[in-house]
């Protein structure tokens, strides 16, 4: 950011990129200048053929936030929408940044993916799947087989999104289920 940079992309340390993967997001980010956040689709490292994360699904209300596998997009299909995009990848305008902030803390391991997003969603921006932008992630490589900690964050920051963000999206009328 202090050397101007238009785009940041965030992408954990335990994956590996396409050689395209950037450009892709960058050309994407270029025709949707409404884009807030931009993810490739990310596949399994083990598993190259299998997808890990394709799109996503939300519900407030309940406090459910999920990666929408049901049908991952080939390579050539359009960008599209999508309710949050996967911290694993992801693409953010420099301004923006400036504007929302970057991760919240406070969602030390889990939910700061979604928590993003929401902001992102609430400064009136998109946020973007871009098929032709693809990662392998070696999933859950973090928690070294603690299970229970995993679990712990997962309950813990699934209480706090829903308490910074649940009845404030409902208050000013927008959908709580996307």
């Given at each position: 950011?202090?050397?101007?940079?238009?785009?940041?992309?965030?992408?954990?340390?335990?994956?590996?990129?396409?050689?395209?993967?950037?450009?892709?997001?960058?050309?994407?980010?270029?025709?949707?200048?409404?884009?807030?956040?931009?993810?490739?689709?990310?596949?399994?490292?083990?598993?190259?053929?299998?997808?890990?994360?394709?799109?996503?699904?939300?519900?407030?209300?309940?406090?459910?936030?999920?990666?929408?596998?049901?049908?991952?997009?080939?390579?050539?299909?359009?960008?599209?929408?999508?309710?949050?995009?996967?911290?694993?990848?992801?693409?953010?305008?420099?301004?923006?940044?400036?504007?929302?902030?970057?991760?919240?803390?406070?969602?030390f391991l889990n939910w700061e993916?979604?928590?993003?997003?929401?902001?992102?969603?609430?400064?009136?921006?998109?946020?973007?799947?871009?098929?032709?932008?693809?990662?392998?992630?070696?999933?859950?490589?973090?928690?070294?087989?603690?299970?229970?900690?995993?679990?712990?964050?997962?309950?813990?920051?699934?209480?706090?999104?829903?308490?910074?963000?649940?009845?404030?999206?409902?208050?000013?009328?927008?959908?709580?289920?996307?």
């Amino acid at each position: 950011l202090e050397d101007g940079a238009d785009y940041v992309f965030l992408l954990n340390n335990d994956t590996t990129t396409e050689p395209d993967t950037i450009s892709a997001l960058v050309h994407a980010a270029v025709q949707h200048p409404e884009a807030g956040l931009l993810t490739p689709v990310i596949h399994h490292h083990d598993r190259p053929a299998e997808t890990w994360f394709a799109g996503s699904r939300i519900d407030l209300s309940r406090g459910v936030a999920v990666h929408d596998n049901s049908s991952p997009p080939p390579r050539d299909a359009d960008v599209r929408e999508i309710p949050w995009a996967s911290g694993c990848a992801m693409l953010i305008p420099a301004k923006l940044i400036e504007q929302v902030g970057g991760f919240d803390e406070r969602f030390f391991l889990n939910w700061e993916d979604v928590d993003l997003s929401l902001r992102v969603r609430a400064a009136g921006r998109s946020v973007l799947l871009v098929p032709s932008a693809r990662i392998y992630h070696k999933v859950s490589r973090s928690l070294n087989g603690n299970a229970a900690l995993g679990r712990y964050y997962h309950v813990r920051n699934q209480l706090l999104l829903m308490t910074l963000h649940a009845r404030r999206f409902a208050a000013q009328g927008r959908p709580t289920v996307f």
